[in-house]
């Protein structure tokens, strides 16, 4: 389990997965915060899903839970592509749509960036975003990712050909900013998470 801001981190279990259903069948949530939008999941499928995460060590899935109230919100996800470099792909999304727009995108990139950069030591995030979704890209560029490429016309939707954003950011750009991007994201609550990262002893 990892904390950071108002957002918990904690490993998505077989008990997650009702919800799951019901946030990939939300037209809101599929259309704005997925890496496919408007792709819709049944329970099977979704079961299929955790199982085949179960048996790859590749992959590792949180479910988001505000501290304050222990209230499931969504997903985070990092998938490891390294090769001569350690590398990861991070996707998120909110799917509580009454949680939109508070910052709390902001803090679940962050705390991914944390757990990748500062203590798993990684050389390189990348992300993607559909063209239209401002929103999404918006978040990722307050954390510090670069805009480093256009997948043109790679997906089709409302009879449209869309573009995909391309992103990504490095340790030796991250680290560096590091203590900047903690205030700027986490305002007053840096300091307790610094203070809870410092209780930390290996």
Same mark, same amino acid.
């Given at each position: ?102 910052g709390i995108g902001r803090e679940i990139t962050l705390g991914l960036c944390e757990m990748l950069f500062f ?17 999404? =890209?918006?978040? &990722? %560029? +307050? #954390? ?8 043109? *016309? ?24 590091? =203590?900047?991007? &903690? %205030? +700027? #994201? ?8 610094? *203070? ?7």
């Open positions: 389990m990892f904390e950071i801001g108002r957002i918990r981190f904690r490993a998505l279990t077989k008990d997650d997965l009702s919800l799951l259903e019901k946030w990939e069948n939300t037209f809101q949530v599929t259309l704005f915060a997925r890496a496919e939008p408007l792709v819709f999941k049944n329970a099977q499928e979704i079961k299929d899903e955790f199982e085949e995460y179960l048996e790859n060590d590749d992959k590792q899935q949180f479910i988001l839970e505000k501290k304050k109230d222990d209230k499931k919100i969504g997903i985070a996800t990092y998938r490891d592509r390294s090769n001569s470099v350690k590398n990861a792909n991070i996707g998120t999304y909110i799917g509580e749509p009454d949680e939109w727009n508070k203590q798993k030591n990684y050389d390189r995030l990348s992300a993607r975003s559909a063209s239209f979704n401002k929103r999404a =890209q918006t978040v &990722l %560029e +307050d #954390v510090g990712f670069q805009k480093t490429g256009r997948a043109r *016309k790679s997906s089709y939707l409302f009879g449209k050909r869309i573009d995909w954003i391309i992103f990504d950011l490095l340790r030796e750009e991250y680290m560096p900013n590091r =203590q900047e991007i &903690l %205030e +700027d #994201v986490l305002g007053e609550r840096k300091e307790e998470y610094i *203070k809870e990262t410092c209780k930390i002893r290996i």
